[in-house]
Every structure is written in C-alpha cells, then in structure tokens.
C-alpha cells in the first residue's frame, strides 16, 4: 500500500502510484458556525471516507464575519449560506474597510480549528484550508451586481479595498502554515468571462492571486479552484499551484483538453449532481473510468468533483468515487 | 439542477493521436502522447508499442521507459517490465527537474518491487527508514 501522501506527490509529479489519489469535500452548514463543531465534522467525514486529503470547507463569511457581514443558512444543499447584511454600500465603503490579524477573533478562531484538525488526521493526510481570493471576499462584502457597479464607477477605491482584503488574506496563510496545514486551496469565482473579460482579470486581479499563493510557497499542495463555467483556465492554469480543480464536467476544458493544456494535477472527474446526487454507484463508476481513462491511466489525476459534494449526495455515491479509483489503480 | 456537460470528449480521440503519429513518426511527444492515451483506454499492446517507440528515438528520457514498463506490467509481462522500469529509474538521474525526477525514480523502484515481491516496499526510499 503506497501513503497518500507518495499517491498524491505522485499526481503532482504528473504520476500515478497505486491509484490516483481520490478527495472530496462538502460543507458543514450550522456545524460551520463554530470552530470546535466544524473542526469535529471535517474529522468525522474524513474517517468515515478515508480520503487522500482534508479539504477544510468553512461558511465563506468565515472571513468576513468580523468585517461586519451576517449570513444564514436557508436550507441550501449545497451548504451555502445567504447573506443577510453586507458592508460595503458606497464605493467610499471599500478604502475604510478594516485590516483584520489572523490572531485575534474569528480568523483566530478558524486558525485554531485548522490546527485542530491537523492534529486528529495530519501526518500522511495532508490538510488544505480555504482561502477565499479577495475578489470573492469583495463580492460577498457587496454583493455581486454592487461589486460590478463600482468596478466600473470607481476602480481605484475597489482595489483599495481589494489590497486590505489581500493583506489579510497573507496574514491568514502565514498564520494557517504556523497552525500546520499542507496547502491552501484557492478559491478564484471571477476568472470567468461571465465576470469580465481575461484582460481586466489578468490586470486586476492575478497580482493579487500571486500575492497570496506567494504566501503559500514552499507547501506541499497548493489547490487552485476555478469556480464556475466559462473559466480563464489558461491564465489559472499558469499561478503557481500544484493542482487545478473546475467544473470539468459542467465547462470546458474537457478532463482530457486540461490534460493536454498543463502539466499540473488536475483534481476533478464526477459530476456534482449528475451523477453524486442523481446517479448511482455504477454512474459513478463510469465517469471516474473516463477520467483516468482521459488522463493516460490516471496520470496527475487526483479524483474527485469540480465543486463541493451537495449535503444531499448518497453515502453510497461518495463511497463509489473511492472505490471506483481502487478498482482502476495499478497496484 | 443538473450539470451542463461540457461540449468537449471526454476522453482522448485515439484515431486522431494515431494520425498525428503517422504525420509526424519520429515525434517522441506524439508517440508519447499516444501511448497514454493507450493505456488510459486499457490497450497495454499498442501502449507498449509507441512508448518502445519513443523510448528508441529519445533514449536519455525516463518516461518512454516508465511507460513501457507500466504497459508491460499491465500484460504481466513480468520480466520485460522489471527491465523497463529500472532503465526509468536509472534515467531518472539525468533529469533536471529534481522532485519530478525523485518521484519517478521511487515509482519505478515501487513498481520493481510490487512486480518481485507484491509489495511496493517504499518505507526506506519514502520515509527514510529502513
């Protein structure tokens, strides 16, 4: 039996060990609220799949709460929650927001669960906090059609903003690197032409994505996302990460496109809802087949899905995805 | 709601990469490229064909033999496996990618013993001990 941390060094190196290392992540709405429960959760999920790596998945105000933004869970499946009240109104909003240190409130808080859950399963599983890019943080202090708005009536006071947000965001690596994790997974929602064009991304924010994975150099996997369809998989495909995760199954490029477009891991293969939540075992089976079958036997592959697991997904879905790369591995 | 499914395949066009090879016969990332996707698609003979392939025309590179062996393996061609896979491990020391060449080097010395012993037996090339 390989580690799997040789099985995902193994992906990186554009390999395959015994199998292709497998994870996947879901939320823990209500648990997510406090950091001894969600801590506790990410754990109990953890060895109940005996997955490949801990992504660690937090509320996406988990960074934001102490800026003032409230949310609530609405039944989503996902997990997500809704905003309630946001922060930024007025583009004079987006200078004035205050600088937060991961060592004192809920930062802190988020950082003690990190290394809470390092030391229930660290060690040969490696452990990945969320880290939200500015862009999103600044989507979810004004919402979206408010974040647009002042993109375009006052660039220069958004990218204050953004230069705050990115200034905690390091303070949030640095201090989750101290509390022991493997990597950040980096979640980017706006390198998507149903945001702006690749121009303004590459102008606007890929500075401020370097900045932060900058802090994160040096770790053993750093994760990029690329949220949503009609993604800059290109321009995502060249920050310094090890893997990349999209929709691979919701928007090009195809498993077998990326394959041939980067050399690094790409962490994807089964559809979120078709076929984890809709579909069965035997489903499940068929597309992780495809995507080792995509990736040359699974060479850099690190199976999972393009997003988070719904709350709704079938124990026996999810346990498939595991069993799926034990059955196609080369031991 | 369901997933919009990319308009892309889903898995590599195996006519398509062979015509790329007739065109271009002495191109190792071609031939490369087709002894993959060969062996995604559980075709270890023409896998092992086109990573021999590559393996003759670019001969200091690990890959072609790291291929070839994992092609020969999947046929249990024992022997000509083992031999496949320590060529790629030996290789592995003309590579400047140091991490890449460290992990090709432990997979293949893996795949050696799983091949000898059943076991991939990496404790000591792993973890450093013995």
Not at chain 2, 21 to 36: F, N, Q, S, T, Y
Request: charged share 25%; net charge negative.
């Amino acid at each position: 039996m390989t580690a799997r941390r040789e099985r995902l060094a193994a992906a990186i190196a554009g390999e395959i060990a015994d199998r292709p290392p497998v994870a996947l992540w879901r939320h823990f709405p209500v648990d997510d609220q406090d950091p001894r429960s969600l801590a506790d959760s990410v754990v109990a999920f953890q060895r109940l799949f005996d997955f490949d790596l801990v992504k660690v998945t937090p509320a996406s105000s988990y960074a934001l709460v102490d800026l003032g933004v409230a949310d609530e869970w609405q039944g989503s499946t996902e997990g997500t929650r809704v905003y309630t009240r946001r922060v930024v109104q007025n583009v004079e909003d987006w200078p004035a927001l205050a600088r937060l240190s991961a060592r004192s409130g809920a930062l802190a808080r988020h950082i003690e669960c990190l290394r809470s859950i390092v030391r229930e399963v660290g060690g040969d599983t490696p452990v990945l906090a969320t880290i939200f890019s500015p862009l999103a943080q600044a989507k979810n202090l004004a919402g979206q059609d408010r974040l647009t708005e002042h993109l375009r009536q006052a660039p220069r006071q958004v990218e204050a903003g953004l230069s705050i947000l990115t200034e905690t965001s390091v303070d949030l690596v640095t201090a989750a690197r101290q509390a022991g994790i493997d990597g950040i997974f980096y979640a980017i929602q706006h390198a998507s032409s149903q945001f702006m064009d690749r121009e303004t991304y590459r102008r606007l924010a890929e500075p401020i994505d370097r900045r932060i994975l900058e802090a994160a150099d040096g770790l053993f996997l750093n994760l990029l996302h690329l949220h949503g369809t009609e993604i800059f998989f290109d321009l995502g495909a060249t920050l310094p990460v090890q893997a990349v995760n999209w929709h691979d199954r919701e928007t090009a490029p195809s498993m077998a496109e990326a394959r041939r477009l980067t050399r690094r891991a790409l962490c994807g293969g089964v559809g979120r809802i078709d076929p984890l939540v809709l579909g069965n075992a035997e489903a499940v089976l068929g597309e992780a087949r495809e995507a080792i079958r995509a990736t040359g036997g699974g060479r850099g592959l690190i199976l999972g899905t393009g997003c988070v697991v719904p709350l709704t997904a079938p124990l026996g879905n999810l346990r498939a995805v595991r069993a799926a790369a034990e059955a196609e591995g080369s031991p | 709601m369901r997933d919009q499914p990319s308009q892309e395949p889903a898995v590599p066009d195996l006519a398509e990469l062979e015509a790329d090879v007739e065109r271009r016969p002495d191109d190792v990332d071609a031939l490369l490229r087709l002894g993959w996707a060969q062996y995604g698609a559980d075709h270890p003979l023409p896998a092992e064909q086109a990573f021999e392939r590559a393996a003759a025309l670019r001969p200091d590179d690990p890959e072609p033999s790291f291929g070839l062996g994992l092609a020969l393996k999947r046929q249990v061609k024992k022997e000509p496996a083992i031999r496949a896979f320590r060529r790629a491990a030996d290789l592995t020391q003309g590579l400047s990618d140091r991490a890449r060449a460290s992990i090709l080097r432990r997979l293949a010395l893996g795949h050696i013993n799983y091949l000898e012993r059943g076991e991939w037996d990496l404790e000591r090339e792993v973890w450093g001990r013995a």
